[in-house]
């Protein structure tokens, strides 16, 4: 497992689920919407380009949260700075590494489908900066 720089202050930050399964309670810490962003971003920055999957999992966790959400918990965090700068830096255009390492995750994707993924991927973290921005 690759250690990340903020691990810690990602795991103090974290925060607490409690819920039951069956007869047993259950406690899961995760971390908050900025924690996970910035997680992955210096994950990207350690494994590429050895491994796509960081980028992949960013993306995906922005459509499951919503572009909204996520740009609400950047807006209001001390790092928004350094968060929006890094998205901006690897999510640019499609020829950004963040792009091109969701596409190599997505191995499978040919023509017209690699090029509306990219195009996504694109759109998605240009809407977080933008409302990251206004919010």
């Known amino acids: 497992m690759t250690e990340l720089p903020r691990g810690d202050q990602v795991l103090a930050r974290a925060i607490d689920l409690r819920f039951r399964i069956g007869a047993r ?62 998205l901006q830096e690897v999510f640019a255009d499609e020829h950004g590494a963040g792009v091109r390492d969701v596409l190599a995750f997505a191995g499978s994707l040919d023509g017209i489908e690699r090029e509306l993924v990219a195009k996504d991927v694109v759109r998605t973290f240009a809407t977080v900066r933008r409302l990251a921005t206004i919010g």
């Open 25 to 86: 309670d259950v406690k899961l810490k995760t971390p908050s919407p900025v924690d996970f962003v910035l997680m992955k971003l210096d994950a990207m920055r350690i494994r590429r380009p050895v491994s796509p999957k960081d980028a992949f999992d960013l993306y995906a966790y922005v459509h499951k949260k919503t572009p909204a959400v996520v740009a609400e918990a950047i807006a209001s965090a001390p790092e928004r700075g350094e968060a929006l700068g890094r």
